[in-house]
């Protein structure tokens, strides 16, 4: 025994203190993933793979290549010049029939329907009508069923669909589409909407941005310079709204913004105006209502960073001879805009994603993106287009997010 507890002893003694150490680094490592695991887990299944399916969605369709199998393989051959030949209308013909059988016609009426719009009637019809047809020549009989198929854009937009892949969603979300010969295009001005819409919602953003800086800049620096009990107070008042959900405060100020409301009842009780002003319904309201639920997420990273700043600095330049306002503005606030910069880009970023406010408190002129990513998902099943717009948007914050980093850097980022 004695022998053996000299052996185990001079073989720990063996052991280098570095491979020790790697040892004990090696199960810190492992004992903090275990931690972490459940954690990136949650992230995975909640943010990432949702994330994913999204720019996923956004480029994916395998509508027409998945249900026109025949007529995809046919069009293969195809050089995309005249019509195709008689095979490429016999596999149409069969796979309309199947189709009809399935009853899935309406998936690829719908599917051909987005890019060529009026289409997807005619397209059901022929379905329907095909499975009448017993035998040849299909060219001439499906054209005579409809003249759809007499038309080279549609062969055009189907012979696209051999690919599972398709930038129609992301290309119709900034202005443009596939023309007769599968160029990309300028979309005309009726079908370009969504280009009008997302500088509406940058607009709209930037407007509230601006208006929570111009309002929560001098309460944040009042709140940093009040004594502590007073700025106690101050702040849970701050906090207060947002004890309460979105919803409720939308609906508040459409209670206070309507023509007969608070503040228009107050308006013209001291004779300030004569009629009703129109703050509900439109950009106003829209503005006021986004400014209110967003005040606090820029000012509280403000007030942060004005917390952690000598107020010997500004004295300093006083005692040197400077004025007031020249001691603020080049000592005092250079040293505010980490919490300025953090505070706007989260207010920004979040009102890219409204949808709740604009809709109860907007006109139709003011439905940001969100609006049309709802409609998109909850009542055309347009699942491609809500990706793209959503896939558009997310990049655009992503750059933001980028520019920030660049400019101020994220490790000076201050969320309170």
């Known amino acids: 025994m004695a022998t053996m507890a000299v052996k185990l002893a001079d073989n720990s003694e063996a052991i280098p203190l570095r491979t020790k150490l790697q040892r004990v680094e090696r199960r810190r490592k492992l004992r903090a993933i275990t931690l972490v695991l459940p954690l990136l887990l949650l992230m995975s299944v909640s943010f990432v793979l949702p994330i994913s399916r999204m720019m996923f969605n956004a480029i994916h369709d395998d509508t027409l290549l998945t249900l026109m199998p ?16 008689e095979n490429a209308y016999a596999a149409l013909a069969d796979d309309l029939k199947q189709v009809s059988t399935q009853k899935t016609t309406s998936l690829i009426g719908k599917r051909v329907n987005y890019e060529l719009p009026g289409t997807g009637s005619q397209m059901i019809s022929s379905a329907r009508k095909a499975s009448m047809l017993s035998n040849g020549p299909y060219k001439v009989a499906l054209i005579d069923i409809s ?9 055009t937009l189907l012979k696209r669909g051999r690919s599972a892949y398709t930038a129609y969603y992301l290309l119709r979300s900034v202005g443009f589409q596939y023309g007769p010969e599968s160029q990309i295009v300028a979309s005309p001005p009726e ?9 509406r919602t940058f607009g709209i953003s930037i407007g509230v941005t601006i208006a ?13 310079t009040l004594p502590s009990k007073i700025s106690n107070l101050l ?14 405060r939308s609906a508040a100020w459409v209670v206070l913004l309507q023509d007969h409301g ?27 209502a ?3 639920i967003q005040l606090p997420f820029t000012l509280l990273p403000i007030y942060s960073v004005m917390k952690t700043i000598s107020p010997n600095h500004v004295r300093a330049a006083r005692s040197l001879g400077a004025r007031p306002f020249y001691a603020f503005w080049k000592v005092y606030f250079p040293q505010t805009l980490p919490g300025v910069a953090s505070g706007c880009l989260l207010t920004f970023i979040l009102c890219l994603g409204y949808y709740l406010t604009p809709a109860l408190v907007g006109g139709p002129g003011d439905q940001m993106v969100s609006s049309f990513v709802a409609y998109y ?40």
């Open 70 to 85: 025949r007529t995809m393989a046919a069009l293969s051959a195809w050089d995309g010049k005249d019509l195709p030949d």
């Open 147 to 155: 003249p759809l198929w007499a038309q080279h854009d549609v062969w």
């Open 191 to 199: 079908s370009s909407v969504f280009r009008d819409v997302f500088l």
């Open 212 to 224: 929570t800086l111009l309002l929560g800049f001098p309460v944040a620096y009042l709140l940093a």
């Open 235 to 248: 702040i849970i008042m701050v906090l207060l709204p947002l004890w309460t959900s979105a919803l409720v």
């Open 262 to 288: 608070v503040i228009n009842e107050t308006l013209m009780a001291l004779h300030i105006i004569s009629q009703p002003a129109e703050l509900i319904y439109n950009r106003v309201g829209t503005l006021v």
């Open 290 to 292: 986004m400014t209110h």
């Open 377 to 416: 998902t909850n009542e055309d099943l347009n699942w491609g287009m809500a990706s793209a717009l959503a896939a558009i948007l997310l990049t655009a914050t992503m750059v933001f997010y980028y520019v920030y980093n660049k400019v101020v850097g994220a490790d000076r980022l201050k969320m309170g």
